[in-house]
T-cell receptor, first 113, second 112 residues
Framework: SQTIHQWPATLVQPVGSPLSLECTVEGTSNPNLYWYRQAAGRGLQLLFYSVGIGQISSEVPQNLSASRPQDRQFILSSKKLLLSDSGFYLC????????????FGPGTRLTVT | DQQVKQNSPSLSVQEGRISILNCDYTNSMFDYFLWYKKYPAEGPTFLISISSIKDKNEDGRFTVFLNKSAKHLSLHIVPSQPGDSAVYFCAASAFSGSRLTFGEGTQLTVNP
């Protein structure tokens, strides 16, 4: 069966520090991968998605970047965090060409102080 | 531009009664709709979906209704249980790809 992992579960970082969040998927090949953010009291905002290794599409211009160095690995990064980067970050996967269900990881709670 | 809207941020119902969660969309290209359930500090879990070729899909206590002319869908939970208390997200996708557009979510509270 498929499993998605995210780490760390929680993170407290000072403003201006770098960020690296990692997501890995097991049990499937060539998944589409996604990064979402849920700000406090808000819905899910799609940040990045990837249909293959090295292929990244950005949905919202911002302080973050994403990379997919391996088929089942998706990394969210920042060189310098802002206070507004605080939120709950979720990684998700789906199996193309399926246009429906995405399956989410447990999330990372990021607090920028 | 919020293409998927859930206008009720919260809903409170009694255990055993029906919960009705609503969702509206504006993009006519959407043809697949999903509901997700999310507990605090966890990722959303897929609940139920419906294709635009149908107007109803049922799975146990959960039924999703789609009204394409009104660009409206709803999730019915009958009977509601305290364990159903969570945030429910409506999502939609278009034939052009697998990207989902989410609504803002509705916090459902089922009181014992």
């Amino acid at each position: 069966s498929q499993t998605i992992h995210q780490w760390p579960a929680t993170l407290v970082q000072p403003v201006g520090s770098p960020l690296s969040l990692e997501c890995t998927v097991e049990g499937t090949s060539n998944p589409n991968l996604y990064w979402y953010r849920q700000a406090a009291g808000r819905g899910l905002q799609l940040l990045f998605y990837s249909v293959g290794i090295g292929q990244i599409s950005s949905e919202v211009p911002q302080n973050l970047s994403a990379s997919r160095p391996q088929d089942r690995q998706f990394i969210l990064s920042s060189k310098k965090l802002l206070l507004s980067d605080s939120g709950f970050y979720l990684c998700a996967w789906s199996v193309p060409p399926q246009k429906g269900e995405q399956y989410f990881g447990p999330g990372t709670r990021l607090t920028v102080t | 531009d919020q293409q998927v809207k859930q206008n009720s941020p919260s809903l409170s119902v009694q255990e055993g009664r029906i919960s009705i969660l609503n969702c509206d969309y504006t993009n006519s290209m959407f043809d697949y709709f999903l509901w997700y359930k999310k507990y605090p500090a966890e990722g959303p879990t897929f609940l139920i979906s419906i294709s635009s070729i149908k107007d109803k899909n049922e799975d146990g206590r959960f039924t999703v209704f789609l009204n394409k002319s009104a660009k409206h869908l709803s999730l019915h939970i009958v009977p509601s249980q305290p364990g159903d208390s969570a945030v429910y997200f409506c999502a939609a996708s278009a034939f052009s790809g697998s990207r989902l557009t989410f609504g803002e979510g509705t916090q459902l509270t089922v009181n014992p």
